[in-house]
């Protein structure tokens, strides 16, 4: 990414965007520096202009494309990005990887958002999905240093059904005979990984992570 759009972020003109992230998402002025995060100020004659610019890399820190949010939540389309073959990167695991081979498990989430909030709070095996569901390409990403994968989705309505259905492939694909396990953590209504971590904390989290494993495991015997 353009070193200058990272600039950007911290100067006058990025002022309410880095205020949204570290204000509002509650994201470390760290962890926007270790993934590049940008911003395009509005004044600027481009079609990213007054967008939030993530940068997505492969595992090897390759970079595969831009990823935008515009920050009025009104406009439209406030999400654009690049053209690029969703379901086979993971956002986030250029730097999650190490983490994940060392605690081997990997918190699985829906957005880049989400993935800078786990960061933010120590959670630096986390990954997020480019598309609505796991591929098989992106599971064998990750079997390559792990085999617990948590599934961290909102916990709305399309969150839930995007864990049932994931958990379902899981047992279509006989994924268990591989040695990987898939624990579904549900959040409370209305909870997305980062609202829920600002308002409850890592502790919290830590124990959700636990009771999906626990509870699996538990009905298995």
Sequence with gaps: MNL??????????????LEYLTQKRKISKS?????????CPEDVNHQVRG???????DA??????LSTRHLDENFKPRFWHESFDKGSYLYGLNHAKDTIQNVQKVIIV??????????????????GMSC?????????????????????FDG??????????????????NLKSFGLNFYPVYLPEGHDPDDFLNKYGAKELKLKLKESRDNLIGRKK
């Design 60 to 65: 090897y820190n390759h970079l595969v494309a």
């Design 132 to 152: 609505s569901s796991l591929t098989l390409f992106q599971i064998s990403l990750i079997a390559r240093y792990c085999h617990e994968f948590y599934l961290l």
């Design 156 to 173: 709305d309505s399309p969150g839930k059904t995007a864990i049932d259905r994931m958990m379902r492939f899981y047992s279509k694909e």
């Design 4 to 17: 200058a759009k990272q600039e950007l972020l911290k100067g006058e003109k990025g002022k309410k965007a």
């Design 51 to 57: 967008r939030i610019i993530t940068p997505i890399y």
């Design 110 to 127: 829906e957005g880049e958002i989400d993935v800078l909030s786990l960061f933010s709070y120590g959670f630096t095996m986390s990954v």
């Design 31 to 39: 962890i926007l520096d270790k993934f590049n995060i940008g911003y």
